[in-house]
């Protein structure tokens, strides 16, 4: 029996589906915009998505996330 949401990341992205390598290229400025006051799913479609398929994706995700964190704590 498949646990929700499992069938979607099955399936994966509904809308515009983007590739690994588009999403390294857009990942430093997907987590940046997440972190300010953008709205960083609209102004790169599909990473959402694609994070949540791709689990090699989302630990690079969440690594460069925790690490911007990190930084910014230190930085104060």
């Known amino acids: 029996m498949l646990e929700p949401g499992e069938l979607g990341r099955l ?13 390294f ?22 990473m959402r998505e694609h994070l949540e398929g791709c689990p090699a994706c989302r630990e690079d ?8 964190l990190s930084e910014g704590r230190k930085a104060r």
């Not at 399936?11 to 999403?23: K, T, V």
């Not at 857009?26 to 102004?43: I, S």
């Not at 995700?61 to 911007?68: I, T």
Request: proline share 5%; net charge negative; aromatic share 6%.
């Open 11 to 23: 399936l994966g992205p509904g809308g515009n589906e983007l590739l690994c390598e588009s999403c």
């Open 25 to 46: 290229e857009e990942l430093d400025r997907y987590v940046e915009l997440g972190l300010g006051d953008a709205d960083a799913d609209a102004q790169i479609p599909g």
């Open 61 to 68: 995700y969440e690594s460069l996330r925790a690490f911007v």
